[in-house]
């Protein structure tokens, strides 16, 4: 659907406290448009670092570690677990404890030093163990492995927060009514996460490849001082809100609490008598998840002693309001975050792609194009996507319309689902197509960039409309949990990848038939294994519809705000 300007902010604020939390800052002229770019630099300068270690990373344990494949197979699964896992962690510690900037900036120290040691292992001899010297490999492959675990929690601490932190920046003034400010914030954010993640793949790992690994590893590492001094030099300008005690143990209590208020029975009656964080009022929670109420509901006869000055002494029996809203939130939007998973899986399918560029005539003139740089399509792409949607779609439509307008962001993300669903039907035809073709070596790799292409305008769509759609619906306090679902809806999904992968090769290989996911691609059928992936996205297009109808209007859906026009 398309919203028109004038509806509730996409990302307002919660109450009149937030208000008060942020005036101060407003007198003083802090946060607004002159911060971002000292937050998306860091940011941008981070993931170039990051981004720039891990592609070569199979090569290097190999070549300088003389691993074997399966254990350099294992030492990659359980640090790309652990660099999109991390990010829940901090948001954690973020959003009860440390708050946002603090956040980024341990982060970005902890993943500095760990870039340090990586590249410390380029300079010294013997922290490059041989089949000849067992006896030092142990210690030295903790040493490795210290390096990679520093870079894993740095950069969780950079991603969890960085986002929300940015958003932040942008409630002050008018920014903070205007939801079209915030929905272009979050697509040029995603465009920075692009090219910094284009420019790493390229320039970063051209550098390892033919200036070799000391200078290769060394260049990510001046990256991420870089990014320190960035973030750190705009500090006094920042907007830096106040984190919350124990945002997870809030959760556990309303669970707690509801639990043990499970005899009390819930009424519509005016007479109930609810816990708010100001006191006791008769204003009922939502309506939603009804059953997690009875954690504030008062009752005289159960509660007489768990008060004292209008605050609860026992918070394990009765919680307030705002926590009670706080967990339903966070349990209301898991639904849509689960839908999310099918379209990773399928953008996780990369390794494919690249035997089929393999097999196919990629030369242009006399030069002839990596296999594996054709994801960098996809990259440009979601860039392309962003500056059509910001710059002639919505334009557009707003002229036709005569008013500014917005596509809401459960629009999007459906859209960016079906997106997915259409790549892999192409990317089943074309690898038919590549199969039945007598030379398939002269087939020109040019038939790979629609489904390169569709990637990315499915990406783009869905992932920076999840993105609005956490931050709109989830609680300030949650921000950095909501930075972070992304992360670990990725992280899941190469794990379903990985299952999805194991069950077709084990059933398709069944009576000594070649398997469809084999190593030689013209032996294999990769066109059946796409077509089940385009089953699964077409059932999992049908779950997103039933969820997003379920889930009902968003905030910004449900209310008209006095309305405010774009810069």
Not at 116 to 144: C, Y
Not at 158 to 172: D, E, M, P, T, W
Not at 331 to 356: D, E, K
Not at 448 to 460: I, K, N, R, V
Request: hydrophobic residues 45%; charged residues 15%; proline residues 4%.
């Amino acid at each position: 659907m398309i919203e028109e300007e004038g509806q509730e902010p996409l990302l307002e604020l919660r109450s009149g406290d937030d208000d008060d939390d942020h005036q101060d800052n407003d007198k003083n002229n802090k946060g607004g448009f002159r911060t971002l770019p000292f937050i998306i630099g860091a940011d941008g300068l981070e993931k170039m670092a990051t981004f720039g270690v891990t592609p070569n990373m199979t090569i290097y344990l190999m070549a300088k570690y003389d691993m074997g494949m399966a254990t350099v197979s294992n030492v990659m699964f359980l640090w790309s677990s652990a660099i999109n896992f991390m990010p829940i962690i901090w948001a954690i510690l973020s959003d009860s404890f440390l708050g946002q900037f603090y956040t980024i900036g341990f982060g970005s120290i902890i993943c500095f030093l760990g870039l340090i040691l990586l590249w410390a292992t380029t300079l010294f001899p013997n922290t490059k163990p041989h089949r000849s010297d067992e006896s030092g490999t142990p210690q030295l492959f903790v040493f490795l492995c210290g390096a990679l675990g520093l870079i894993a929690i740095g950069s969780g601490g950079v991603r969890s927060s960085s986002i929300a932190f940015g958003a932040n920046q942008l409630r002050k003034g008018n920014f903070k009514k205007a939801s079209c400010v915030e929905d272009s914030y979050f697509g040029w954010y995603y465009v920075s996460y692009t090219f910094s993640a284009l420019v790493a793949y390229t320039c970063v790992v051209y550098i390892q490849d033919n200036l070799g690994w000391r200078v290769g590893f060394a260049v990510p590492a001046l990256l991420m001082l870089v990014a320190v001094f960035c973030f750190v030099s705009a500090s006094p300008w920042y907007i830096k809100p106040d984190s919350k005690t124990s945002l997870v143990t809030d959760l556990v209590k309303v669970v707690v609490a509801s639990y043990r208020n499970r005899h009390f029975k819930q009424s519509d009656a005016t007479d109930v008598v609810y816990y708010h964080k100001n006191g006791l009022s008769n204003i009922p929670p939502s309506r939603k998840l009804r059953f997690l109420n009875k954690a504030c509901m008062f009752d005289e006869e159960t509660h007489h002693d768990a008060m004292a000055n209008g605050i609860a002494t026992n918070s394990w029996n009765l919680c307030t309001v705002d926590q009670v809203e706080e967990l339903k939130s966070l349990l209301r939007v898991l639904p849509i975050w689960s839908s999310g998973m099918i379209m990773y899986v399928n953008i996780c399918q990369t390794s494919f792609a690249v035997l089929q560029a393999a097999s196919m005539n990629r030369k242009i003139s006399s030069f002839e194009f990596p296999a594996a740089s054709f994801t960098t399509f996809t990259a440009l792409s979601v860039i392309i996507w962003v500056i059509l949607y910001e710059r002639v779609f919505l334009p557009l439509a707003s002229r036709v319309r005569g008013r500014q307008v917005q596509i809401s962001a459960k629009t999007r993300m459906g859209f960016g689902i079906f997106l997915s669903f259409i790549t892999m039907l192409v990317t089943a035809a074309v690898e038919s197509i590549r199969r039945a073709v007598p030379a398939a070596a002269n087939m020109s790799a040019i038939w790979l960039l629609p489904q390169y292409c569709l990637t990315g305008f499915g990406e783009a769509s869905n992932v920076i409309a999840q993105s609005e759609f956490y931050f709109s619906e989830l609680p300030t306090s949650m921000w950095s949990i909501a930075a972070s679902l992304n992360g670990i809806g990725l992280a899941v999904a190469n794990l379903v990848a990985s299952f999805i992968l194991n069950t077709v090769d084990m059933i398709s290989k069944e009576g000594g038939l070649e398997s469809w996911i084999s190593d030689d691609i013209d032996k294999g059928r990769y066109d059946y294994y796409y077509l089940i992936l385009a089953g699964l996205s077409m059932a999992n297009l049908v779950y997103y519809l039933v969820c997003s109808s379920a889930y009902g209007p968003l905030k910004g859906e449900t209310s008209l705000a006095e309305e405010e026009t774009c810069p």
